[in-house]
């Protein structure tokens, strides 16, 4: 079956883990106190902050809040209401400058390579949507964002359940069979497999390689397309 439609993960695929890890997040740690309590009454930030009350279940003051959302960075909990205050976050460091957007030399070529043969990109990542946008709008190779066609963050489910690919596919108004999956995690592939997409598992430089039912990739111009 052709393959219409390829789906990436960012961290570990796209994106060098470090990156992530020694920037962003310290990035987010740094300065997501003095965001909340500046931004207590802003729409988008009271929608989160609601939203952290619905996940602990009770109402948090504002500065038990910080402090959960602390605990979850420090935990790297895939917690969407974090995932998009992070977003806030970095929108500034992004237009500040503060960084760009990591993103492998060989990932930009072959998302070039294959838009320009008109298979659809889309990305599906743990961080949220706007984050996305911001990383591959500011990365240190030039705006990527017009090869995208589309974005999916946990809002459709979480990446390690076959559920979530299941929506996708259907968002996409494309059999799973025509969909290619990319990611550095095998859980999230063979969530992907389970829901009938194929895959490709990016290796990269982890250190340890196990058995797995995913075509190994060192990097995009080793992917099956």
Same mark, same amino acid.
């Given at each position: 079956?052709?393959?219409?439609?390829?789906?990436?993960?960012?961290?570990?695929?796209?994106?060098?883990?470090?990156?992530?890890?020694?920037? !962003?997040?310290? #990035?987010?740690?740094?300065?997501?106190?003095?965001?909340?309590?500046?931004?207590?009454?802003?729409?988008?930030?009271?929608?989160?902050?609601?939203?952290?009350?619905?996940?602990?279940?009770?109402?948090?003051?504002?500065?038990?809040?910080?402090?959960? !959302?602390?605990?979850?960075?420090?935990?790297?909990?895939?917690?969407?209401?974090?995932?998009? !205050?992070?977003?806030?976050?970095?929108?500034?460091?992004?237009?500040?400058?503060?960084?760009?957007?990591?993103?492998?030399?060989?990932?930009?070529? #072959?998302?070039?390579?294959?838009?320009?043969?008109?298979?659809?990109?889309?990305?599906?990542?743990?961080?949220?949507?706007?984050?996305?946008?911001?990383?591959?709008?500011?990365?240190?190779?030039?705006?990527?964002?017009?090869?995208?066609?589309?974005?999916?963050?946990?809002?459709?489910?979480?990446?390690?359940?076959?559920?979530? #690919?299941?929506?996708?596919?259907?968002?996409?108004?494309?059999?799973?069979?025509?969909?290619?999956?990319?990611?550095?995690?095998?859980?999230?592939?063979?969530?992907?497999?389970?829901?009938?997409?194929?895959?490709?598992?990016?290796?990269?430089?982890?250190?340890?390689?196990?058995?797995?039912?995913?075509?190994?990739?060192?990097?995009?111009?080793?992917?099956?397309?």
């Amino acid at each position: 079956m052709t393959i219409k439609a390829i789906v990436t993960d960012i961290e570990g695929t796209t994106t060098s883990i470090s990156f992530v890890f020694d920037v !962003l997040f310290p #990035y987010a740690r740094k300065h997501i106190a003095g965001f909340v309590r500046s931004n207590p009454d802003h729409p988008d930030v009271q929608r989160e902050l609601d939203a952290i009350n619905r996940e602990v279940g009770k109402p948090l003051s504002t500065e038990q809040a910080i402090e959960q !959302l602390i605990d979850w960075i420090d935990q790297d909990r895939k917690v969407t209401p974090l995932k998009s !205050l992070q977003g806030m976050i970095w929108k500034q460091g992004y237009t500040d400058r503060q960084f760009t957007g990591h993103v492998y030399p060989d990932a930009a070529e #072959y998302l070039h390579k294959w838009h320009d043969e008109g298979i659809k990109l889309y990305v599906y990542s743990s961080g949220s949507i706007a984050a996305q946008k911001l990383l591959f709008g500011h990365s240190d190779l030039g705006d990527l964002t017009p090869l995208f066609s589309g974005y999916f963050d946990t809002t459709i489910g979480m990446k390690q359940e076959s559920s979530s #690919y299941q929506r996708i596919a259907k968002e996409l108004a494309m059999d799973a069979g025509q969909i290619l999956f990319l990611s550095d995690s095998v859980e999230e592939l063979d969530a992907a497999v389970d829901a009938g997409m194929r895959t490709a598992w990016l290796v990269r430089n982890q250190q340890q390689i196990t058995g797995s039912r995913h075509p190994r990739c060192h990097d995009f111009t080793e992917v099956p397309v």
